[in-house]
């Protein structure tokens, strides 16, 4: 019947939607999952043309705001020094990543025991440690075996090429006697379940047409779909609506006509990333949750962390191999865990990057004035491009109630839907870590060769890792969703995405949300029987 309750609705077919998705599939539950952006077409990609570059800062924009597609909701960052970026399609954010992906420590879980910050995640390495696994094998994860920064875990794939830039930052870490690694990358190194390996090409962050990248539409959602989960593109939620009884009973949806629909759902599960899903929770009002849903606890939308980045770029005599390859090569966890001397908590990963196409080569050297004007501007910009590759410090964010996602006074999506606010502040603890990961950073270049840097802190356009704002926890008073995702307050809700951590970890999040939806989806599996009661 049409207007028949679904089993389960999903929002949101980005990374752990798409996960969560495929897991819950096998159950044959009757799934919908409601997508305000479209399935992306990959021969239309930038990476198939000549313009990927320019097109980086058009309609393949990281920003929102910038790329303004009528499947996008604008953000109001202008109270942050780090800007939001995202992408809204099948395939949510994964579009544009750049697919580094390494996992948490154990020790992220645990950061109130061992350093007496923050709060200790309800769960262990332990408990994702299946799901890891799970989720490595249907993404396809390229790396070796064997790194000692972590417990053991066996690639699918040999690691991506070092390159002449990650052979050359090499030998610096090498002369300093700090810990390198091969990446883990989502990105496959040979064919690897129908998808193309990687060619090399280098435009991965406006999407691989090669497929080699493992963005969700290509990954888990042919496999969701063909066992039965239906996708609706171009359905964007307004609201979840609640019954008399203040369970969740479906959603307010607006189609690409403007037009309004209802569904009804049993269970409901949020898929709409760190500021995507406290945006639609704080937009579901209700007599039973006037302050937004599932929000008794008044944390929807508190403690949003980014991961504050710093980038430090070398300039080398030598030609490097530039922008051709993955940007992913190697890391360097060096500086990961707390060592209270260097004046800060918590610690960081250094993403050893390749070089840069001539438009950013170009960008970077004017905004960093080693291309001035004039008659030597071309040979000055002779001598950075191909010769410039760095890294970057991706820093431990410690949540703080008063960096917020809450919905802007007056900022509307094309379908006149509040738009989310952000107010964030970068904390002492994350100054002094990005002051230190910079300082370091410029040794092991100089020790490799680098002749001039150029650096970043923090990337204001860096906001690509979005966490903490509906965390996990066992105290109702003090998390919003339990340690299996589900809501404290609305009994048939979960929340599947970023927004549940606890804490940000030094590394890219992904690989851990995506476990943690499969994990969310088992814990459903296994009580399937009571989880209405
Ligand atoms: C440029 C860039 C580079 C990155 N590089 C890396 C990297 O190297 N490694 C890494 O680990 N991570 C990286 N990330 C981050 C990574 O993409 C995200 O962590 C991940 O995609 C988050 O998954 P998610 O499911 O929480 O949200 P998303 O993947 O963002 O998906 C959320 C989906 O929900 C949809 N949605 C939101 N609101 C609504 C609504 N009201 N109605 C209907 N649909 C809605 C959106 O359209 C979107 O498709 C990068 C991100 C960017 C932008
Ligand atoms: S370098 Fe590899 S992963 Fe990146 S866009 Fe090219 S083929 Fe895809």
Same mark, same amino acid.
């Given at each position: 019947?049409?207007?028949?309750?679904?089993?389960?609705?999903?929002?949101?077919?980005?990374?752990?939607?798409?996960?969560?998705?495929?897991?819950?599939?096998?159950?044959?539950?009757?799934?919908?999952?409601?997508?305000?952006?479209?399935?992306?077409?990959?021969?239309?990609?930038?990476?198939?043309?000549?313009?990927?570059?320019?097109?980086?800062?058009?309609?393949?924009?990281?920003?929102?705001?910038?790329?303004?597609?009528?499947?996008?909701?604008?953000?109001?960052?202008?109270?942050?020094?780090?800007?939001?970026?995202?992408?809204?399609?099948?395939?949510?954010?994964?579009?544009?990543?750049?697919?580094?992906?390494?996992? &948490?420590?154990?020790?992220?879980?645990?950061?109130?025991?061992?350093?007496?910050?923050?709060?200790?995640?309800?769960?262990?390495?332990?408990?994702?440690?299946?799901?890891?696994?799970?989720? !490595?094998?249907?993404?396809?994860?390229?790396?070796?075996?064997?790194?000692?920064?972590?417990?053991?875990?066996?690639?699918?794939?040999?690691?991506?090429?070092?390159?002449?830039?990650?052979?050359?930052?090499?030998?610096?870490?090498?002369?300093?006697? @700090?810990?390198? @690694?091969?990446?883990?990358?989502?990105?496959?190194?040979?064919?690897?379940?129908?998808?193309?390996?990687?060619?090399?090409?280098?435009?991965?962050?406006?999407?691989?047409?090669?497929?080699?990248?493992?963005?969700? !539409?290509?990954?888990?959602?042919?496999?969701?779909?063909?066992?039965?989960?239906?996708?609706?593109?171009?359905?964007?939620?307004?609201?979840?609506?609640?019954?008399?009884?203040?369970?969740?009973?479906?959603?307010?949806?607006?189609?690409? !006509?403007?037009? $309004?629909?209802?569904?009804?759902?049993?269970?409901?599960?949020?898929?709409?990333?760190?500021?995507?899903?406290?945006?639609?929770?704080?937009?579901?009002?209700?007599?039973? &949750?006037?302050?937004?849903?599932?929000?008794?606890?008044?944390?929807?939308?508190?403690?949003?962390?980014?991961?504050?980045?710093?980038?430090?770029? =070398?300039?080398?005599?030598?030609?490097?191999?530039?922008?051709?390859?993955?940007?992913?090569?190697?890391?360097?966890?060096?500086?990961?865990?707390?060592?209270?001397?260097?004046?800060?908590?918590?610690?960081?990963?250094?993403?050893?990057?390749?070089?840069?196409?001539?438009?950013?080569?170009?960008?970077?050297?004017?905004?960093?004035?080693?291309?001035? @004007?004039?008659?030597?501007?071309?040979?000055? &910009?002779?001598?950075?491009?191909?010769?410039?590759?760095?890294?970057? %410090?991706?820093? $431990?964010?410690?949540?703080?109630?008063?960096?917020?996602?809450?919905?802007? /006074?007056?900022?509307?999506?094309?379908?006149?839907?509040?738009?989310?606010?952000?107010?964030?502040?970068?904390?002492?603890?994350?100054?002094?870590?990005?002051?230190? %990961?910079?300082?370091? %950073?410029?040794?092991?270049?100089?020790? /490799? =060769?680098?002749?001039?840097?150029?650096?970043?802190?923090?990337? /204001?356009?860096?906001?690509?890792?979005?966490?903490?704002?509906?965390?996990?926890?066992?105290?109702?008073?003090?998390?919003?969703?339990?340690? @299996?995702?589900?809501?404290?307050? #609305?009994?048939?809700?979960?929340?599947? !995405?970023?927004?549940?951590? #606890?804490?940000?970890?030094?590394?890219?999040?992904?690989?851990?949300?995506? /476990?943690?939806?499969?994990?969310?989806?088992?814990?459903?599996?296994?009580?399937?029987?009571?989880?209405?009661?």
């Amino acid at each position: 019947m049409p207007n028949d309750p679904v089993d389960v609705l999903i929002i949101g077919a980005g990374a752990s939607g798409a996960a969560v998705a495929w897991s819950l599939a096998e159950t044959r539950m009757h799934i919908v999952c409601l997508e305000q952006g479209e399935w992306m077409k990959p021969h239309e990609y930038p990476s198939s043309g000549r313009d990927w570059e320019a097109r980086r800062f058009g309609d393949f924009s990281i920003s929102p705001n910038r790329r303004g597609r009528v499947t996008d909701y604008p953000v109001n960052d202008d109270n942050s020094p780090i800007s939001v970026a995202n992408f809204n399609a099948v395939g949510g954010s994964t579009i544009l990543y750049a697919g580094h992906f390494p996992r &948490f420590h154990p020790s992220d879980f645990r950061v109130k025991t061992l350093d007496g910050v923050a709060d200790d995640w309800p769960i262990d390495y332990q408990t994702l440690e299946p799901f890891y696994a799970e989720n !490595d094998r249907m993404m396809g994860v390229s790396g070796l075996a064997g790194d000692p920064a972590y417990p053991d875990k066996q690639p699918l794939m040999p690691p991506l090429p070092l390159g002449v830039a990650g052979q050359t930052l090499a030998r610096g870490f090498n002369t300093m006697g @700090w810990h390198w @690694w091969p990446s883990d990358s989502a990105i496959a190194s040979e064919d690897y379940e129908g998808r193309g390996g990687c060619i090399n090409l280098g435009a991965c962050t406006v999407g691989c047409a090669q497929g080699a990248k493992a963005s969700t !539409d290509i990954t888990y959602w042919p496999h969701a779909v063909r066992a039965g989960v239906e996708v609706r593109t171009r359905a964007r939620v307004r609201e979840i609506t609640v019954d008399e009884d203040g369970l969740a009973s479906g959603a307010i949806y607006i189609d690409a !006509d403007g037009l $309004e629909h209802k569904i009804a759902a049993h269970v409901v599960i949020v898929a709409c990333n760190g500021v995507g899903t406290p945006r639609l929770l704080l937009n579901s009002v209700s007599a039973q &949750f006037p302050n937004g849903l599932a929000n008794r606890s008044g944390l929807v939308g508190k403690n949003l962390m980014f991961h504050p980045y710093a980038s430090i770029q =070398g300039i080398f005599p030598e030609p490097l191999d530039g922008y051709r390859g993955p940007s992913n090569c190697i890391w360097s966890q060096e500086f990961y865990e707390t060592e209270r001397s260097r004046g800060f908590v918590r610690g960081f990963t250094y993403e050893i990057n390749r070089g840069r196409g001539p438009v950013a080569t170009a960008m970077n050297g004017v905004m960093a004035d080693k291309i001035p @004007w004039g008659p030597d501007h071309h040979r000055r &910009f002779r001598d950075l491009y191909n010769r410039m590759t760095g890294m970057v %410090a991706i820093c $431990e964010d410690l949540p703080e109630k008063h960096n917020t996602v809450t919905l802007d /006074a007056e900022l509307t999506d094309p379908d006149g839907i509040p738009a989310p606010k952000i107010d964030y502040t970068l904390s002492e603890n994350s100054q002094r870590m990005l002051a230190f %990961a910079i300082e370091r %950073a410029s040794e092991v270049l100089r020790a /490799a =060769g680098a002749v001039d840097l150029i650096t970043e802190s923090p990337i /204001a356009v860096g906001g690509w890792h979005l966490m903490g704002t509906a965390r996990m926890g066992t105290d109702p008073e003090r998390s919003v969703v339990n340690e @299996w995702g589900r809501s404290h307050d #609305v009994k048939n809700l979960f929340i599947v !995405d970023g927004s549940i951590f #606890v804490t940000s970890a030094g590394v890219n999040p992904t690989r851990t949300i995506q /476990a943690l939806a499969l994990y969310v989806a088992d814990s459903m599996k296994q009580r399937l029987a009571n989880l209405f009661d």
